[in-house]
């Protein structure tokens, strides 16, 4: 992913460290997204006991709160060499380009098909969905429309309709590529651009594999398929690693 997929504000830039970004279990949080989207486990040094190593899915429980007890201490994250290998996209949508993340949704897929969607900044605590195989769009969005009312998260930043919403945008289809390998781009105004609208969608799929060059894709398309959007002129961020 592009170094600004998820960058943090800049209010917090030299401050803010990654164990303070977890613990903190905001449902933006950046490290949030990167952790679950590679599998990330923590380490937590547990003031009653032995060590404790869970998921960052387990760890953060909701908006603002995980595990830790009084004394307890996050002490490491480790993320899989499998994951870090995989191929990798993701849309961000926020209220400005550099702004609070309203919905972060990252796609991995290896090399023997496997394939893992994470969900962020919608929810209140990180959400993973597998699959075996590629899945349809109908599938994908059987699946993120399972996603429990009570795990949207509800503040200024979007509407729990509309996070819902562009969480479930269906694919796209195009033939040509449109961007550099890395690139990512905005959108202000809600609607596929010219580059987007040439954006590959199969950049995940069994094409990509081999050894040919990376494309950028249109992972998910940016009409919403519920009710219109009430943040229609939101920025919309992707990429592909």
Same mark, same amino acid.
């Given at each position: 992913m592009p170094a600004t997929a998820l960058l943090a504000s800049a209010k917090i830039w030299r401050t803010a460290t990654v164990g303070g970004n977890i613990c903190l279990s905001f449902p933006a949080g950046a490290m949030i997204s990167l952790i679950s989207a590679l599998d990330g486990t923590v380490t937590v040094w547990r003031a009653d006991g032995p060590d404790h190593v869970l998921p960052i899915t387990d760890f953060v429980t909701g908006d603002s709160r995980n595990v830790l007890q009084p004394g307890d +201490?996050?002490?490491?994250?480790? +993320?899989p060499a499998h994951a +870090?290998?995989?191929?990798? #996209?993701?849309?961000?949508l926020a209220p400005s380009p550099l702004g609070r993340s309203s919905a972060?949704?990252?796609? @991995?897929?290896?090399?023997?098909?496997?394939? %893992?969607v994470s969900v962020t900044a919608a929810t %209140?605590?990180?959400?993973?969905? @597998?699959?075996? #195989?590629?899945?349809?769009?109908?599938?994908l969005r059987d699946a993120l429309g399972a996603i429990a009312e009570q795990d949207i998260t509800r503040? %200024?930043?979007?509407?729990?309709? *509309?996070? @819902?919403?562009?969480t479930m945008m269906p694919p796209s289809s195009s033939a040509t590529p449109g961007m550099a390998p890395g690139v990512s781009t905005t959108n202000t105004s809600g609607r596929l651009n010219e580059?987007?609208? @040439?954006?590959?969608?199969?950049?995940?799929?069994?094409?990509?594999?081999?050894?040919?060059?990376?494309?950028?894709?249109? *992972?998910?398309?940016?009409?919403?398929?519920?009710?219109?959007?009430?943040?229609?002129n939101a920025v919309i961020i992707e990429g592909l690693r």
């Open positions: +201490l996050l002490r490491s994250v480790h +993320l +870090l290998t995989a191929r990798t #996209a993701y849309r961000k972060v949704v990252i796609g @991995r897929r290896h090399a023997d098909g496997e394939f %893992v %209140v605590r990180p959400m993973v969905f @597998r699959f075996d #195989a590629l899945p349809s769009a109908t599938a503040d %200024v930043h979007g509407d729990p309709d *509309w996070r @819902r919403a562009v580059s987007q609208n @040439r954006m590959k969608p199969a950049a995940l799929s069994d094409a990509s594999l081999p050894t040919a060059p990376d494309m950028c894709i249109g *992972w998910l398309a940016i009409t919403p398929t519920g009710r219109p959007s009430t943040r229609a």
